[in-house]
């Protein structure tokens, strides 16, 4: 028994693309695998990796057999994409997403939201700073953690099938409340992100001679934040965009903490420093005991 | 013909014992192995691993008859246990260092060193998170930078002897100017550090609930801060400690990025934020054509 009958895909890029290859990986989860892009040249890899059985630029007729159409795009693209595609969507269907913000996607979707199409937001915390349809493969998502941010209309039944869709993907599940995924993503993910997006334009600016010295000696602690660094700027511009109160407000805390950390350098104030370095390590081994690291 | 007759290592822990398990990997680099160390357990730790010839808490002792000492003790330390050993090394000896910062080391070093003893400090820019006699492992420093910075006095026979042992333990080799070095590495190690370190702290200060979803949902991207973040107190403390003038620079230089960052997502101006995502992108690629990623 299949999860789903007609599955679809739209913006099959690093996530998207990994689901298909999954997908493709387990037959029989999905009888038939629908994938829209609006661009060709995304749409020619899919068919050359054979990841879908219809390929289209058409996202409407794209939709309209579809049992549960899952938006991959962008975040700031999904309510727009979504508006397009709910009036085609059959009654019934389970429409999905797998955006890194919540808040300020569900208020823009809900207008555009019908009674009989029930709305399963999911947000796969995994990824890599490579983009596109190639860049996915089929273990992307096991033993990482799906959110769910389904708002209180949702039936249980389709949450349920949404939940059993990323357990087949590998994933492990949790639901919770929109505002509390966005804090939380903010600290862990966009923050980190940011960060590692302004150090690399602060290590740009320095003089010319300097510049070249800092890439030949990148120590360990510069290639880490490079990797992030090196991630979809579109993907990024809109999660920042969407999330952005959590995420000024726990740069905010940040800079005050980093502020509170240079004085104490500027003082030699030994005991600060090493309290600092101290929680640093408290917070990696609470990690390893997670087994996240 | 060994490079040195009889070396000296004070303060084995992750970089000098690394250096001592080369140089058993290696036999015929140097005759004899002298160890010393301030911590009995760290003594016997080396004993056991049979990484000296003699081992001793006696560092006055230890270097009468070092070709070359070199000192792998935390960056604080370095002038104190300099001005303590001087006195006892041979007319001829090479001292040498591994500190991670210089400007600070070398003005408390340089009104204790002799006319007969030549100082060549030395920066292998190389580590792990893991610190101790344990951590170490003999390929540490292969295909690692390490940055020698002699001052105008020091005879080039022993900048070249001090160059061909890290040649020996794998690594490149660049010369360069104190204050040079310490802007690179507040740059490329000392400000990543500081960053991992603060948010760390400010993952602590959240809610209690908060704080325990961060750690279950820790990103790779928070994953890759808490690793950096997980590095030795003491030895981190003298860094910020001694570096302060180029870190406290670079870490201003970082807040105001951060802070036009911040102004640019609250504002909503796409092409700063894509800008700067982009620039992360560039350095990326940089270093990965440097093949430093």
Redesign the interface.
């Known amino acids: 028994m299949p999860l789903f009958g007609t599955f679809c895909v739209i913006g099959p890029g690093l996530i998207g693309s990994s689901v298909l290859r999954r997908l493709r990986a387990h037959p029989g989860l999905v009888d038939r695998l629908v994938v829209a892009d609006r661009d060709p040249a995304v749409l020619e890899r899919i068919r050359d990796l054979d990841l879908g059985d219809i390929v289209t630029e058409d996202m409407q007729k794209a939709v309209e057999d579809a049992d549960c159409v899952m938006l991959c795009v962008p975040v700031g693209a999904i309510a727009p994409v979504a508006a397009a595609i709910l009036p085609h969507m059959k009654p019934g269907a389970i429409l999905t997403d797998v955006g890194s913000t919540r808040r300020s996607v569900v208020e823009a979707l809900t207008p555009h939201l019908r009674d009989d199409i029930a709305y399963v937001p999911a947000h796969p ?1 995994a ?3 490579h983009s596109g349809p190639d860049a996915g493969f089929a273990t992307l998502f096991e033993d990482r ?1 799906c ?1 769910l941010t389904p708002s209180g209309d949702a039936p249980q039944a389709s949450i349920d099938r949404i939940a059993n869709f990323w357990r087949a993907m590998g994933a492990r599940i ?1 639901i919770m409340d929109p505002d ?1 995924h966005d ?3 903010a ?20 003089a010319e001679d ?1 510049r070249a ?19 979809d ?2 993907m ?2 809109d999660i ?2 969407n999330n ?1 109160d959590a ?2 407000s ?6 005050q ?3 509170a ?2 004085e104490a ?2 003082k ?1 104030d ?1 005991k600060t ?2 309290e ?12 390893i005991e ?1 087994r ?2």
Chains 1, 2 share one sequence.
């Open positions: 915390m990824g890599t700073e953690w959110l949790r509390h804090t939380i993503c600290m862990v993910s966009h923050l980190p992100h940011l960060i590692a997006f302004t150090i690399c334009g602060t290590a740009d600016t320095l300097m010295e800092v890439l030949d000696f990148a120590a360990s602690g510069f290639r880490d934040f490079t990797r992030i660094a090196a991630s700027p579109t990024w511009r920042f965009l952005s995420l000024l726990v740069l905010d805390r940040f800079s903490d980093a502020a950390m240079a350098i500027r030699g030994e420093i090493v600092t370095i101290s929680r640093g390590r408290r917070i990696r081994r609470s990690l997670n996240q690291a």
